[in-house]
C-alpha cells in the first residue's frame, strides 16, 4: 500500500514531508489520486506518534481517527471515508487495535481560549470599547497568526470591487477605491474613518456583497494586488494550520488548544450581521483586524457570508491596482430560507 498527500490534506506533508519520503509517482492505492508523489504508509509513522501522543486512552471519548478529522480538518478527500481512514491510520501505525480504540485530548491541550474570547467580544460591544478587562493573550495570538500567512500561489491574480450605481453610467474607475477617510463607514474589517479596502475573488461574490435588489445596475471593477503582501489567511484555519510543523508534545498540545480559537476567529469576519445592528457586531472582528495589523500583515482572507467566493480586506487601500470598470444589471436575488 502506498498513500499521498491528498490523503490527508495537509500542507505541511504535502508540501515537505511526503516529497522527502516519496519513493515513486503514480496512483495512490488510498484516495485513488493519479500522478501522485507515494509513500508507504509505516514511513509517516515518527510524525503521528507525536501527533497522536496528546491524546489519552478513554473509552468513553472517540477514536484517533474521527480526532485528527476534526481537530487537524485531516482525511478531507471524498475517498478518505472513517473506513479508509482508520484503514490508513492503522498502516502508518502498523496497529489494526490502535484505530479502534477510543481517546481522549489531554488536559494539556484543553484551554479557556474560547471562552475568553467570548467574555472580550461580549465586553468590546456592549461595556468596555476602549479599555476592555478581559485579557487574551496577545503574544500568543500574534505567534499564531504567523501560521495563517497565505502562501502566494494561493492568492487569486484577479480581485473584484462592486458599487450599486446611482444613475444610468457606470462609475469611473478611480471611483470604485476605498472612500476617503471623512467618508468611510464601519465595516466587518475596519473601525469608522479609517478605510480599508474591500475585494471579493469573484464577480459573483462582488455584487452579492452589497446586497443589490433585482433591477439595479452595478458597477464592477477588476483590481490586482501585488506580489509579496502578507495576508492572513483566517477562512479555514484548521486547514491551514499544520500539527506536522511542531516538533515537540507541549507545542502540539498549545496548538490544539488555540485551532478552535483560531475557527472562532475565523467566523468573526464571515458572520452575516443585519445592518441595523452592524455598528456595533462589527467591533469583535474590527479590533480583531486591527491586531492583525499591529502583527505586520497586509490584509487579512475571509470566507463571504453571501457568495461562495472569499474576500480579502486590504489595510492600505492603495496596494491595489483598478484595471477596468464594467456596468452590470441584476437580474435576479435569490433567498434562502434556514
Not at 485513488?32 to 515518527?46: F, H, M, W, Y
Not at 456592549?126 to 499564531?144: M, V
Request: hydrophobic content about 40%; charged content about 25%; some cysteine.
Amino acid at each position: 500500500m502506498h498513500c499521498c498527500a491528498n490523503c490527508f490534506g495537509d500542507n505541511h506533508l504535502k508540501i515537505e514531508v511526503i516529497p522527502s519520503l516519496s519513493e515513486k509517482v503514480g496512483e495512490c492505492s488510498c484516495c485513488g489520486s493519479t500522478n501522485q508523489l507515494l509513500v508507504a504508509p509505516i514511513k509517516l509513522r515518527e510524525h503521528f506518534e507525536l501527533l497522536a501522543s496528546i491524546y489519552v486512552q478513554n473509552d468513553e471519548g472517540r477514536t484517533l481517527v474521527e480526532w485528527l478529522k476534526c481537530d487537524w480538518a485531516m482525511f478531507r478527500h471524498p475517498q478518505m471515508d472513517l473506513a479508509h481512514a482508520k484503514e490508513l491510520l492503522a498502516e502508518i501505525f502498523d496497529d489494526g487495535d490502535l484505530v479502534r480504540k477510543k481517546f481522549s485530548p489531554s488536559a494539556t491541550s484543553i484551554s479557556d481560549a474560547l471562552l475568553r474570547w467570548e467574555a472580550l467580544r461580549e465586553e468590546l460591544m456592549h461595556t468596555n470599547r476602549f479599555f476592555p478587562r478581559t485579557e487574551i493573550n496577545l503574544e500568543r495570538l500574534k505567534r499564531l497568526f504567523s501560521f495563517l500567512l497565505v502562501k502566494e500561489e494561493d492568492i487569486p491574480k484577479n480581485w473584484y470591487r462592486a458599487r450599486i450605481q446611482q444613475g444610468a453610467p457606470a462609475h469611473a474607475l478611480d471611483q470604485m477605491g476605498a472612500p476617503p477617510e471623512n467618508l468611510a463607514s464601519h465595516g466587518r474589517a475596519n473601525p469608522a474613518g479609517i478605510p480599508y479596502l474591500y475585494l471579493a475573488s469573484t464577480i459573483q461574490t462582488a455584487v452579492s456583497e452589497v446586497r443589490p435588489h433585482t433591477g439595479e445596475k452595478i458597477s464592477v471593477a477588476e483590481f490586482s494586488i501585488p506580489e509579496g503582501l502578507n495576508i492572513a489567511d483566517l477562512r479555514h484555519p484548521r486547514q491551514t494550520v499544520s500539527p506536522f510543523i511542531l516538533s515537540d508534545e507541549n507545542e502540539i498540545s498549545l496548538l490544539r488548544q488555540d485551532i478552535e480559537f483560531l475557527e472562532k476567529l475565523g467566523e468573526e469576519l464571515t458572520r452575516p450581521v443585519l445592518p441595523r445592528s452592524a455598528a456595533f457586531d462589527y467591533i469583535p472582528s474590527q479590533y480583531l483586524c486591527e491586531f492583525v495589523k499591529l502583527c505586520g500583515f497586509d490584509g487579512v482572507m475571509y470566507r463571504s457570508s453571501v457568495g461562495d467566493g472569499v474576500n480579502v480586506a486590504l489595510f492600505n487601500p492603495q496596494r491595489a491596482i483598478g484595471i477596468v470598470v464594467q456596468g452590470l444589471q441584476v437580474s435576479r436575488v435569490l433567498v434562502h430560507i434556514a
